[in-house]
């Protein structure tokens, strides 16, 4: 049977979302239908307003609503110390922690031949800018422990050594495949704490 | 340790079994289609948390079913019972459940052969099962290089410039010197096995097998350093020919009878024997490493066997803590083992007589 068309598009809408079959799809457009009007609407406005408001921090390029984003603009966060993640949810995850006082760069995404992803499709240029720019002076790279997590943190090795700047990575205490955000706060400080010379 | 009381449950073609295993020799008589193979498949991976070669998630999960799982009470050294159990859910998200200790398993199948009359991948997975089961940390590891290999086949096509793709090459030299590491070290705990048990077989011929390293020539090169030199010292050439020439993923065993290649110049009869001898030394390997014997699990090798040969397997069946299960078409002579029969029809198992 073919639903309404208001009803097989939110399905269909639903369905590209990452993770999300159409099975599970169908689920959420019913369950979306059968909660109250008012609902329905916050989370639509939330949507458009997240898109429309959110962008890059210039810097870091972490998401933010303003740029600089505010731990770039914080003068307490050290300026000299660089910690190079992979997304922006890793940044949430090193900040439950409440010990790193340095800043971030997010790649958005780790290099990968097979996904047609090389060196410039993530933000490896702009950190060679920001480097340049002088103030740096470590790069913490916490790329993931999947293979191109560590491919991506041994390409930044070869790329940034030569500018004479120290570059570490975090320890591999981490569980294979394990991503920062699905790690706990003790185990991700005693990552940082232990990092090595890359 | 032995397994009793096996359930098996969306198997390939098996709907619901229950199997009650004894610590001796187990027999499953049946026609073929009809399952028994399907079950030693589900014991195999009860026992060791592993598919044999060949078969992965998608090929096990009954075809209208969303999960498997197979389940068993294990029995320890210290004659406590654990409960073993694994399981599969598909979906949009699979699931998996491991429980309880592995149990180091020996199977001889029809395919054995081809150990010694197949292709390189053939001998690879000889020596990657037995180097998965001694060493935990293995299959993880091959899994990563088999990746960077991957990862690298395609910069190559591509042309991707250095330094992006040489990081993928670097993951190929430290892992792959990790998997020849261990690869080797499990080749010399079989060797002297193997020789021996085909001396045992065939007093006339001698066997001699040698570990060839993917794309390498001359000695053995094990050491990281080295094989990093090495891979890079050949880069070149690969990104020439675009395709990664360097590395375990060509790894082979050469084996030769009488100082001829066993895969060509060898008969039929002579590559039994020889695959029979490289199967009976992982069951030593294993009762050395573990300190216990090894489950056996015997698919349908009985018809192929000749009388000495199967004088040889009769003999490890019947000591008196090792645990058995084969599978035939019909009930044949064990000699002095007494074995405890099933019968399987369309997936049912019924004991038998
Ligand atoms: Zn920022």
Redesign the pocket.
Known sequence: MLYPAPIQDLVNELAKLPGVGPKTAQRLAFFLLNRPQGEAELLASAIVNARRRIRY?A????F?DQD??V??KNPNRDSGLIMVVEYPKDVVAMEKTHEFRG??HVLHGTISPMDGIGPDEIKTRELLARIKTGTVRELVVATGSSLEGEATALYLGRLIKPLGIRITRIARGLPMGGDLDYTDEVTLLKAFEGRQEL | MWLRRLRIRHFRNIEDAEIDLVRGVNVWIGDNGHGKTSALQALHVLAEHRYPPGIGDMDVVQWNAPWMEVRAVMVTAEDTEVVSRYGVALGESRRRVREGPILPAVWFGPADLSTVKGGPGERRDFLSQVAATLYPRYSPLLRRLERAVMQKNRGLREHWPSPALDSFNEIVATTGATVWQLRKATLDRLLPHIYAIHRQLSETSSLAIQFQQGGMEGDLVLEAEEVRRRLNARFGEERQRMVSLVGPHRDDLGVELDQHSARTYASQGQQRTIALAMKLAIYHVYEEFFQAPPLVMLDDVFSELDGRRRALILEYMARHDQQTVITDTEPRDLGTCHPTFYRVVQGVFQPWP
């Open positions: 921090c810097t870091c390029f972490n933010t600089p984003c731990i770039c800043r971030y």
